[in-house]
């Protein structure tokens, strides 16, 4: 397992590295003086309110800082750490980070008009089965101190839909923590739309893949406006990703699309980015 192998620098306390050491049961390495203390790092991609052009919020992603190959993208490792079930510390260290940003975020003040600004994270398969993430993610909440209203948890569609008895359950103990919950890559696995309404979902994230094929095929717009109306009806609001045009953003207006997010606003950006967009706020 390459990520193991990367177990090596200064094992921060809380970090996953810390967390594989233990799993490993190995002795810290005598490398603790690597200048990586924690190979992996959170950017920050911007969702816009389409009705006043603001950003609203943002999605947590997880990257991966190798010493050779730079900044790893998740497709590449997040596959693995699912299947090594190195996802579950690596979900709660993300989440963690995520929530002391929040934190930092409001005590810039950097929150935008009244509504608190949030922060989407996206939380996998695995961690989602394990009834013991309601504890942890509680427990990071307390830790952090940050207000429930402030956080959203991403599932996506094709984990919510494999059980469909026990994700109900998983997601009304996420809800009554009082966490927003959001379907992400909505449209891509088969949602039986007849078990959407039982599930306490507030945000249905259409998959990037209808969006960014708009202008090809006619009936990819006719998706998205048929899953704003589906949401609509069940008192949910929908974030098209992959807004990469003006034009796929005006499409998402005129069919009253809630949210956006995609290259057109701006890349998943470091903090520091982050946080000058925000003292930017930009309009669009
Ligand atoms: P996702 O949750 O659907 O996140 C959106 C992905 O689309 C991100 O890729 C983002 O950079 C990319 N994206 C956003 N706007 C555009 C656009 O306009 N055009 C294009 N071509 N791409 C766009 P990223 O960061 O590489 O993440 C890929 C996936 O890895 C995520 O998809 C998510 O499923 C997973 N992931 C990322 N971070 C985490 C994490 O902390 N935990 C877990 N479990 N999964 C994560
Ligand atoms: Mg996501
Ligand atoms: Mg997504
Ligand atoms: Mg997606």
Request: with cysteine.
């Amino acid at each position: 397992y390459p990520i193991v192998d990367f177990a090596c620098g200064t094992a921060a306390e809380n970090s996953p590295m810390s967390e594989i050491d233990r799993r490993l049961d190995r002795p810290k390495s005598p490398l603790t003086t690597l200048k990586l203390e924690c190979p992996f790092t959170v950017y920050y991609q911007p969702i816009v309110c389409l009705k006043s052009g603001s950003v609203i919020g943002f999605e947590a992603l997880v990257r991966w800082l190798h010493p050779e190959r730079g900044l790893v993208s998740p497709m590449e490792f997040i596959a693995m750490a699912e299947e090594t079930g190195l996802i579950t510390p690596l979900g709660l260290w993300v989440l963690n980070e995520s929530c002391r940003q929040i934190i930092k975020w409001q005590s810039l003040n950097l929150s935008v008009g009244n509504s608190p600004l949030t922060v989407a994270v996206n939380l996998s398969g695995r961690q989602f089965a394990e009834p013991e993430s309601i504890e942890q993610i509680k427990q990071v909440l307390l830790e952090t101190g940050v207000d429930a209203r402030c956080l959203k948890l991403e599932i996506t569609e094709s984990v919510v839909m494999e059980d469909g008895e026990a994700a109900a359950a998983m997601l009304s103990h996420l809800r009554d923590l009082g966490i927003g919950l959001c379907i992400d890559d909505f449209g891509t696995g088969y949602s039986s739309l007849s078990y959407l309404h039982k599930f306490p979902i507030n945000i249905l994230k259409v998959d990037r893949s209808f969006v960014s094929r708009i202008g090809e095929r006619g009936e990819n717009l006719e998706i998205v406006r048929a899953i704003v109306m589906l949401a609509r009806s069940l008192g949910m609001e929908v974030v098209a990703e992959g807004v990469e045009t003006a034009t796929q953003l005006a499409q998402m207006r005129a069919i009253g699309c809630e949210y956006g997010q995609g290259y057109f606003f701006s890349k998943p950006l470091d903090s520091e980015a982050a946080t000058a967009l925000l003292r930017r706020s930009p309009k669009w």
